[in-house]
């Protein structure tokens, strides 16, 4: 069954994420002293080996990480011409780089923002500013550690589609798109209430 929520319901997803193998040990990072459980901001998303051994399927739509896409892009190119290459960018990716490799984003028809492991608000900030300061207009998905909590609060922030962790119901997580009525906060899709009221 499908984990993909767009337009309020479950749909089946017609892109297949490209992920690149994991080689070897996973290394134990620490930072003054303790172990860090999440990519830092900056921080290389795959090693080269990961990249050059990653298998990219021959047709059908595809969403590329962002540093596969940079490694393989001549190869590509007629493929993203063709409305066949989506982007995932991770949470800790400078959005810089995705703005470098694509300076009007909507040549991609979809992004995707990878959330490793759900710590802080990264994945919030990067739909904004990709919604807002990039002037992107096609579909903005959420991937990774996605949970029911966050879907209202990522729809603010300028998503518009959410792969629902795979242990989690997807269905019930739709439910909390209407969690509230009205944000009180600034949001892409939304003014605040409180600047809908004159106090003339």
């Given at each position: 069954?499908?984990?993909?929520?767009?337009?309020?319901?479950?749909?089946?997803?017609?892109?297949?994420?490209?992920?690149?193998?994991?080689?070897?040990?996973?290394v134990?990072?620490k930072q003054?002293?303790?172990?860090v459980?999440?990519?830092l901001?900056?921080?290389?998303?795959?090693?080269?080996?990961?990249?050059?051994?990653?298998?990219i399927?021959?047709?059908?739509?595809?969403?590329?990480?962002?540093?596969?896409?940079?490694?393989?892009?001549?190869?590509?190119?007629a493929?993203?011409?063709?409305?066949?290459?989506?982007?995932?960018?991770?949470?800790?990716?400078?959005?810089?780089?995705?703005?470098?490799?694509?300076?009007?984003?909507?040549?991609?028809?979809?992004?995707?923002?990878?959330?490793?492991?759900?710590?802080?608000?990264?994945?919030?900030?990067?739909?904004n500013?990709?919604?807002?300061?990039?002037?992107?207009?096609?579909?903005?998905?959420?991937?990774?550690?996605?949970?029911?909590?966050?879907?209202?609060?990522?729809?603010?922030?300028?998503y518009?589609?959410?792969?629902?962790?795979?242990?989690?119901?997807?269905?019930?997580?739709?439910?909390?798109?209407?969690?509230?009525?009205?944000?009180?906060?600034?949001?892409?899709?939304?003014?605040?209430?409180?600047?809908?009221?004159?106090?003339?």
């Amino acid at each position: 069954m499908s984990q993909l929520i767009k337009n309020n319901a479950i749909v089946a997803d017609e892109w297949t994420r490209v992920i690149p193998p994991t080689l070897g040990e996973e290394v134990v990072r620490k930072q003054a002293g303790k172990v860090v459980l999440f990519k830092l901001h900056g921080e290389p998303t795959f090693t080269q080996a990961q990249i050059d051994a990653t298998e990219i399927p021959a047709t059908g739509k595809i969403i590329l990480p962002l540093p596969v896409w940079l490694a393989k892009k001549d190869s590509l190119s007629a493929r993203l011409q063709a409305g066949e290459i989506g982007i995932s960018i991770a949470t800790h990716e400078p959005i810089e780089q995705l703005a470098e490799a694509f300076p009007d984003l909507n040549v991609l028809p979809l992004i995707a923002v990878f959330v490793e492991r759900f710590a802080d608000g990264r994945n919030f900030t990067l739909g904004n500013w990709i919604r807002t300061r990039y002037g992107f207009k096609n579909e903005l998905r959420a991937v990774g550690d996605v949970l029911r909590d966050q879907l209202f609060f990522l729809k603010c922030s300028g998503y518009d589609s959410y792969l629902i962790r795979a242990d989690r119901n997807a269905q019930e997580a739709i439910a909390s798109l209407n969690d509230f009525t009205q944000p009180y906060q600034g949001a892409v899709d939304d003014v605040p209430v409180w600047r809908r009221i004159s106090r003339a």
